[in-house]
T-cell receptor, first 110, second 115 residues
Framework: GQNIDQPTEMTATEGAIVQINCTYQ??????LFWYQQHAGEAPTFLSY????GLEEKGRFSSFLSRSKGYSYLLLKELQMKDSASYLC???????????FGPGTRLSVLP | EAGVAQSPRYKIIEKRQSVAFWCNPI?????LYWYQQILGQGPKLLIQ????????DSQLPKDRFSAERLKGVDSTLKIQPAKLEDSAVYLC?????????????FGPGTRLTVT
């Protein structure tokens, strides 16, 4: 089975940097994904890590340590529109199914 | 490229009634997923199809939920009879097998309220 943990809520200020952590325990691993979900909308893909290290994509970066079962999503130069839930998901080694974490609700304040 | 289509967008039913949701994935996407997302939680996988075959339905409450993808394209998810705890958003997603990242594309979801 797989278990994924994320903080429930976080608050940050416009223009700041925020790091959202994700820890996972899995019997098989074939990639970790981050999705953004605005209230009332479907999740949209942000980033993907399958090897250890940092992946950078504009204002968003994601880090993975497979040995520690740990990932984080880093958001820089926060904007009000970044207020959303951020979902960490692990893809299984076989079958390609995904297990999602509970999500972290981020509020960006002016 | 058209996205994942779902209908209806909203549905309100009474407990013990039945309901069906429809999903049309992105053209060419062989893998289709149905998720249940309860308010404040992450999506929970109900069933995964590869073409018209079931890959994983271990979390599908089979006494009341059923799903099919007869021609390997669009899919329907049915609940019969519905319970209050089935109130949730039902998300359909698809992936293009063979592409390295296997990124999922989600539809807009169907918000179900059971009263």
């Amino acid at each position: 089975g797989q278990n994924i943990d994320q903080p429930t809520e976080m608050t940050a200020t416009e223009g700041a940097i925020v790091q959202i952590n994700c820890t996972y325990q899995t019997s098989g691993f074939n990639g970790l994904f981050w999705y953004q979900q605005h209230a009332g909308e479907a999740p949209t893909f942000l980033s993907y890590n399958v090897l250890d290290g940092l992946e950078e994509k504009g204002r968003f970066s994601s880090f993975l340590s497979r040995s520690k079962g740990y990932s984080y999503l880093l958001l820089k130069e926060l904007q009000m529109k970044d207020s959303a839930s951020y979902l960490c998901a692990v893809r299984a080694l076989y079958g390609q199914n995904f297990v999602f974490g509970p999500g972290t609700r981020l509020s960006v304040l002016p | 490229e058209a996205g994942v289509a779902q209908s209806p967008r909203y549905k309100i039913i009474e407990k013990r009634q039945s309901v069906a949701f429809w999903c049309n994935p992105i053209s060419g996407h062989a893998t289709l997923y149905w998720y249940q997302q309860i308010l404040g939680q992450g999506p929970k996988l109900l069933i995964q199809f590869q073409n018209n075959g079931v890959v994983d339905d271990s979390q599908l409450p089979k006494d009341r939920f059923s799903a099919e993808r007869l021609k390997g394209v669009d899919s329907t998810l049915k609940i019969q009879p519905a319970k209050l705890e089935d109130s949730a958003v039902y998300l359909c997603a698809s992936t293009q097998t063979g592409i390295q990242t296997y990124e999922q594309y989600f539809g807009p979801g169907t918000r179900l309220t059971v009263t």
